[in-house]
């Protein structure tokens, strides 16, 4: 879905729209790894997730934004094409 949303507002005509829209899904999607994380948090401790699991989340959480800011950047050159 996040992929699909900014293939199609990535034609370097639409860069401001691009750029908008990779923020607004960018926000969106750190909120919800937020609250994965949060609701991970509160399980029991007998019945604690898979470590590897908050380990990944905070991963992508952290090398997100980096990705997104690449791609506005190869929007607005035109590169990303």
């Known amino acids: ?7 199609r ?6 860069c401001p729209r691009f750029e908008a829209e990779a923020a607004s ?3 969106v999607f750190l909120r919800e790894v937020e609250l ?6 509160v399980f ?7 470590p590897a699991l908050l380990s990944t989340l905070e991963t992508i ?4 934004p980096a990705q997104i800011d690449v791609l506005n950047d ?7 094409q």
């Open 9 to 14: 507002s990535g034609n370097c005509s639409r």
């Open 44 to 50: 029991a401790p007998w019945s604690r997730a898979d």
């Open 61 to 64: 959480q952290s090398g997100l």
């Open 25 to 27: 899904l960018r926000g």
């Open 1 to 7: 879905m996040f992929r699909d949303k900014l293939g």
């Open 74 to 80: 190869l929007a607005a050159t035109g590169d990303g």
């Open 36 to 41: 994965a994380k949060q609701d991970l948090s």
